[in-house]
């Protein structure tokens, strides 16, 4: 099974509408990041563009529509065409969500969250077993952004996802954003999440943005949205994160209201400047 191995360096999420702007000149980022379903088609610009970007950078494939979670089987039509496209490119890095999204034969828009239970975990275990079969590469698994809790949880997300790791030897993608999201939700502390998370195993970080509203009850309610720059309250877990573990590959992801290409290397040389003061201070 071939290992996760990412530049330990900030890397973004692919926008085709940044190509111009990318290849005009060599760009700070050690990675780009694509989603595995946006390219599944036999060829076309899509392909085009990936395949000169694969030229000179590291890629992550991100996957948004396995529904690891599901209590169905795994869509075996997605896994085959899945596989296509990392055969084809030949990343990195593969990773998906701790969540499920399809039911019977409808496709939900959204990744929605699971109790963390043996039961679950059996089956969760079970499809990364399958995924990791058949792509021949490891997987990494990424921790949710939640807005509800399951009372028949018998296990901590931390718990349930380090059990996963050993249970499968798949690798982690902890999303920064998202721990700060679902701790604000469920009025938790976030540093007291990651101190317990597993982090010996994560091989990529993922940072985002988010939007603020309030619940039907008036308390503050946090969106894991995608579309703004990295709070900053990110920006601290994640240096305090880095300083802890060393640098480790950390994406800048931002799907929604897409700026345009400056916006997002400036969020990923801030990133840069995070991981080259946890390198300079280890090497000291």
Not at 167 to 191: E, I, K, W, Y
Not at 260 to 273: D, F
Request: contains cysteine.
């Amino acid at each position: 099974m071939k290992p996760s191995a990412l530049p330990r360096r900030p890397g973004i999420g692919f926008k085709p509408e940044h190509f111009a702007s990318i290849i005009t000149a060599p760009q700070p980022v050690g990675f780009f990041e694509v989603h595995a379903e946006n390219y599944m088609g036999a060829g076309g610009p899509p392909h085009a563009q990936l395949g000169k970007l694969r030229e000179d950078y590291a890629l992550s494939i991100h996957g948004v529509g396995l529904s690891i979670g599901s209590m169905q089987p795994l869509d075996q039509d997605h896994l085959q065409r899945l596989k296509t496209v990392c055969d084809r490119y030949e990343p990195e890095s593969f990773s998906e969500h701790l969540a499920w999204s399809t039911h019977d034969t409808v496709f939900l828009n959204d990744l929605l969250p699971l109790p963390y239970t043996s039961e679950t975990l059996s089956r969760v275990a079970d499809h990364i077993d399958q995924v990791q079969g058949t792509l021949k590469r490891q997987m990494l698994l990424e921790n949710p952004a939640t807005y509800v809790l399951f009372e028949e949880s018998t296990l901590e997300e931390t718990e349930f996802l380090a059990e996963i790791v050993r249970q499968t030897g798949c690798g982690l993608l902890l999303d920064v954003n998202n721990v700060f999201v679902a701790s604000t939700n469920h009025n938790m502390n976030p540093r007291d999440y990651l101190a317990r998370f597993p982090v010996q195993w994560v091989r990529e970080i993922h940072l985002s943005g988010h939007s603020e509203t309030t619940d039907d009850e008036g308390a503050p309610l946090l969106i894991d949205s995608h579309d703004t720059p990295v709070k900053d309250p990110v920006w601290a877990l994640y240096e305090e994160l880095i300083a802890r573990t060393g640098p480790i590959a950390s994406l800048i992801e931002w799907d929604n209201d897409v700026p345009e290409w400056p916006v997002l290397r400036s969020e990923a040389e801030a990133a840069g400047a995070i991981l080259d003061r946890a390198a300079r201070l280890r090497a000291a």
